[in-house]
T-cell receptor, first 109, second 114 residues
Framework: TQLLEQSPQFLSIQEGENLTVYCNSS?????LQWYRQEPGEGPVLLVT?????EVKKLKRLTFQFGDARKDSSLHITAAQPGDTGLYLC?????????FGAGTTVTVRA | SAVISQKPSRDICQRGTSLTIQCQVD?????MFWYRQQPGQSLTLIAT?????????ESGFVIDKFPISRPNLTFSTLTVSNMSPEDSSIYLC???????????FGPGTRLLVL
């Protein structure tokens, strides 16, 4: 059983469309991290959110941490083919990260 | 941010043999971890590599199968022992500084056991 539930599992959209990935848990985390992983590579950190209610923007990517620090979302505006990849959320408690199952995003040109 | 390298990047091994994976971080870090990512799946923590003491293993992983060394604050090794095809996976090294929330990952070692 995954501690973190990610949805959707797969997402295929056309270039220029928007998308949102959700990460939910019944557990409270001290922080939550989002990674993107491309085939044949390790996960690359996109953002760390620490404060409940925090919103962080990274160009076309917007990350939100829930007020109760149990959930998070990743929103991509005007998606591009370069956004294609596996998006992973990971919640931190003590020194350990618990990963969601991941969302595979495909952006078609 | 910490830059992490791993060697080898990939290998094909025979059943019953062992492979040692090396992980090098470009700065001193307090915490290092080893993860496994099986095909099409998310990351599972194998163990926390402790400097100067035995690694802390997660449920389902044991030292005899996955011995880990961490001789200093920038380097660690993971050995996959007596391999079987079920060990075919990506093995990822990760590092984090004490008091910091951010954790970084290496590029992974892709292991195929025949």
């Amino acid at each position: 059983t995954q501690l973190l539930e990610q949805s959707p599992q797969f997402l295929s959209i056309q270039e220029g469309e928007n998308l949102t990935v959700y990460c939910n848990s019944s557990s409270v985390f001290s922080s939550l991290q989002w990674y993107r992983q491309e085939p044949g590579e390790g996960p690359v950190l996109l953002v760390t959110v620490v404060t409940g209610g925090e919103v962080k923007k990274l160009k076309r990517l917007t990350f939100q941490f829930g007020d109760a620090r149990k959930d998070s979302s990743l929103h991509i505006t005007a998606a591009q083919p370069g956004d294609t990849g596996l998006y992973l959320c990971a919640g931190a408690n003590d020194y350990k990260l618990s990963f969601g199952a991941g969302t595979t995003v495909t952006v078609r040109a | 941010s910490a830059v992490i390298s791993q060697k080898p990047s990939r290998d094909i091994c025979q059943r019953g043999t062992s492979l040692t994976i090396q992980c090098q971080v470009d700065s001193q870090v307090t915490m290092m971890f080893w993860y496994r990512q099986q095909p099409g799946q998310s990351l599972t923590l194998i163990a926390t590599a402790n400097q100067g003491s035995e690694a802390t293993y997660e449920s389902g992983f044991v030292i005899d199968k996955f011995p880990i060394s961490r001789p200093n604050l920038t380097f660690s090794t993971l050995t996959v022992s007596n391999m079987s095809p079920e060990d075919s996976s990506i093995y990822l090294c990760s590092a984090r500084e004490s008091g910091r929330e951010t954790q970084y990952f290496g590029p992974g070692t892709r292991l195929l056991v025949l």
